[in-house]
């Protein structure tokens, strides 16, 4: 998990862990669990962040399987 690139993307978005978990459907802090990877986040998730942030396969695997 590349915590900083998804960081970044949510900057460059206008989001917070806040915003960001809303639109996910979990709370601020199952999002703050998965970024600090003590969950993993679920298939659908990584979809939903995919189109939000309209991120590239490389992107995605970089955010979520470095």
Same mark, same amino acid.
């Given at each position: 998990?590349?915590?900083? @690139?998804?960081? !970044?993307?949510?900057? +460059?978005?206008?989001?917070? &862990?806040?915003?960001?978990a809303?639109? @996910?459907?979990? !709370?601020?802090?199952? +999002?703050?669990?998965?970024? &600090? ?17 309209g991120l ?11």
């Amino acid at each position: 998990m590349n915590i900083k @690139l998804l960081e !970044s993307k949510m900057k +460059l978005f206008g989001d917070s &862990n806040v915003t960001l978990a809303k639109f @996910l459907g979990i !709370s601020p802090q199952a +999002l703050s669990a998965k970024k &600090n990877e003590r969950v993993d986040f679920k298939q659908c998730e990584i979809v939903k962040i995919k189109e939000r942030y309209g991120l590239t396969a490389e992107e995605v695997n970089n955010i979520f399987f470095a």
